[in-house]
T-cell receptor, first 113, second 115 residues
């Protein structure tokens, strides 16, 4: 059973650019959540996808968007990057039911310069 | 919005010592979760608490769900060097739809264990 895989592991982008981060869910998991973790802070919920539809969103602007594919993998897209978008972006997958058995990936470290 | 406050922010202890940290909220949570995050990794779930007053153990770790539903405690007994990391409390956040996976995290307690 494979865990949650995120790519790339590190990324440097320029302010104003767009970025796409990718996540492969753990086998059998159909729900994906994305979190942003700034340095020295706890993760903050961005949004969740279940059955290819957004299922709840945190306090993030519309330039943060996502997709979930039929194989339950997911993408996080961020447009018009700002310096404050520099953070560790975490993907977590789970079954939609059954408590909080979330498996987090190791994250993508995004630096905006 | 819902916020979780963890204390202490950091701890420096000797190997073998016991550790205690807590998490408080101004609002009620129906589930409390404790995670550990190692450098360069995502958080890993240590203990989940679902009932007020519940006391749950996982090896040397013990966590309690506060009776007021506004706090939780995590204790680590006989610490070892591999306990080093950041410990987060978390609880379900109100973000619409089903609640699974939408978590509010505290800011973390950084634990350093000296051999």
């Amino acid at each position: 059973e494979t865990g949650v895989t995120q790519s790339p592991t590190h990324l440097i982008k320029t302010r104003g650019q767009q970025v796409t981060l990718r996540c492969s869910s753990q086998s059998g998991h159909n729900t994906v959540s994305w979190y942003q973790q700034a340095l020295g802070q706890g993760p903050q919920f961005i949004f969740q996808y279940y059955r290819e539809e957004e299922n709840g969103r945190g306090n993030f602007p519309p330039r943060f968007s996502g997709l979930q594919f039929p194989n339950y993998s997911s993408e996080l897209n961020v447009n018009a990057l700002e310096l404050d978008d520099s953070a560790l972006y975490l993907c977590a997958s789970s079954l939609a039911v059954g408590g909080y058995g979330y498996t987090f990936g190791s994250g993508t470290r995004l630096t905006v310069v | 919005g819902q916020q979780l406050n963890q204390s202490p922010q950091s701890m420096f202890i000797q190997e073998g010592e016991d550790v205690s940290m807590n998490c408080t909220s101004s609002s009620i949570f129906n589930t409390w979760l404790w995670y550990k995050q190692d450098p360069g990794e995502g958080p890993v779930l240590l203990i989940a608490l679902y009932k007020a007053g519940e006391l749950t153990s996982n090896g040397r770790l013990t966590a309690q769900f506060g009776i007021t539903r506004k706090d939780s405690f995590l204790n680590i007994s006989a610490s070892i060097p591999s306990d080093v990391g950041i410990y987060f409390c978390a609880g379900p956040t109100n973000a619409g739809g089903t609640s699974y996976g939408k978590l509010t995290f505290g800011q973390g307690t950084i634990l350093t264990v000296h051999p």
